[in-house]
């Protein structure tokens, strides 16, 4: 089976009117998405922005799980936590992987918007596991990864839909459910 990647990108992402922005961290984004893709075993969690600062707090929190009265207080959550990479760009994620790996990631794009050459989970999770490839995994904030990134991946997963026309999960319940489906043994 291949290893399957994380990214959480903040940038390059939409915000409501379409413009390309830059969002912020959260530190609940870092806490449930790490501790999502270390229970389904992803092999890294990739927190990406080009902010300093943004990146600087992604620090400050990772330190005191890792280092500080965190990890006293909560050993699961550094365990957690120890998956996650900073990183200024997605180029920076896929060369890290290269790295680790020796080859480079598919990238797999996901959106809350039904993606034209989208397919279903059960064909992409056959795939993955019939691979020796890295996957990566791209989980976009704010109104969701732009255009131009989607069409530089490989692999659309179909869009996760409920029985109604509302479809705006939070990007830790979207990851959660995407994992599940993707790695999950049942």
């Avoid at 893709?37 to 992803?42: K, L, V």
């Avoid at 795939?127 to 990566?136: F, G, K, N, T, V």
């Avoid at 839909?161 to 993707?182: E, F, W």
């Amino acid at each position: 089976m291949a290893e399957l990647y994380v990214a959480l990108l903040h940038y390059p992402v939409y915000d409501k009117n379409h413009a390309i922005v830059t969002t912020s961290i959260t530190n609940i984004d870092v806490h449930d998405i790490a501790r999502t893709c270390r229970t389904y075993d992803a092999a890294a969690f990739y927190v990406i922005t080009p902010v300093d600062g943004l990146r600087g707090l992604a620090r400050k929190i990772l330190r005191h799980w890792r280092e500080g009265d965190g990890l006293a207080y909560n050993p699961n959550r550094t365990e957690a936590l120890d998956r996650v990479q900073l990183e200024r760009t997605l180029e920076g994620a896929e060369i890290d992987i290269e790295r680790r790996t020796g080859k480079v990631p598919v990238l797999i794009a996901t959106s809350a918007r039904r993606l034209p050459k989208a397919r279903p989970f059960d064909e992409i999770k056959a795939e993955i596991m019939a691979s020796d490839q890295p996957h990566l995994l791209l989980l976009g904030t704010g109104w969701g990864l732009i255009d131009e990134l989607i069409a530089r991946c490989t692999i659309h997963l179909e869009s996760i839909d409920g029985p109604g026309s509302y479809n705006h999960l939070s990007v830790r319940a979207a990851a959660a459910i995407l994992l599940d489906r993707l790695l999950g043994t049942r």
